[in-house]
């Protein structure tokens, strides 16, 4: 079945340092992954997505087939990267997401 | 201009009662979702529509009862409310149903809480 892991719930860094949020996958094929992002109060938004291979706000993560990993990274985290990170799959044939449990990054001053 | 906009905000009623959530895009696209996202902040896909068809049922109890009228609009109706309704329940569009570059945009939520 197809499967998103979070392991952690919460990430609590200080400004500048670097934060990795982890996420794991279990999907039979090529998977297609996003990272998706829910500041306080605001709705979910699209961070970025394995196939555009961008950096958004700092933040990239990159697609490790063999791990089945798609990590998020930042190197420099900021106080405004304080959040909600959702790492998802879209599956069952459709566009349908399955998200992980979230993680929450805490960066304080 | 809001792309996904849901009505209402907030929502506070009684156990047993009937109540709906409204959504709509302006988007132009073919999709509609429904989310629910727990006290635990897990979200998990409850329905999906795709040109006012009903495409994805997670499952999901029958007293939810998803409605499109055009396929710029899917409401949520829930009968016989339960206190583990509760939940914040988040509606979405997209393109269409293909996956990959489909991204998903997200409503800002209603926060349903049962007493």
């Known amino acids: 079945a197809q499967r998103v892991t979070q392991p952690e719930k919460l990430l609590s860094v200080f400004k500048g340092a670097p934060v990795e949020l982890k996420c794991n996958y279990s999907y039979s094929g090529s998977p297609e992954l996003f990272w998706y992002v829910q500041y306080s109060r605001q709705r979910l938004q699209l961070l970025l997505r394995?196939?555009s291979r961008e950096s958004i706000k700092g933040f990239t993560a990159d697609l490790n087939k063999g791990e089945t990993s798609f990590h998020l990274q930042q190197p420099f985290a900021q106080e405004e990267d304080s959040a909600m990170y959702y790492c998802a799959l879209p599956s069952g044939g459709y566009n349908k997401l399955i998200f992980g449990a979230g993680t929450r990054l805490a960066v304080h001053p | 201009d809001t792309a996904v906009s849901q009505t209402p905000k907030y929502l506070v009623t009684q156990m047993g009662n009937d109540k709906s959530i409204k959504c709509e895009q302006n988007l132009g696209h073919d999709t509609m979702y429904w989310y629910k996202q727990d006290s635990k902040k897990f979200l998990k896909i409850m329905f999906s529509y795709n040109n006012k068809e009903l495409i994805i049922n997670e499952t999901v109890p029958n007293r939810f009862s998803p409605k499109s009228p055009d396929k710029a609009h899917l409401n949520l109706h829930i009968n016989s409310l339960e206190l583990g309704d509760s939940a914040v329940y988040f509606c979405a569009s997209s393109q269409d149903l293909a996956i990959g570059e489909n991204i998903q945009y997200f409503g800002a939520g209603t926060r349903l809480s049962v007493l």
């Open positions: 394995h196939i």
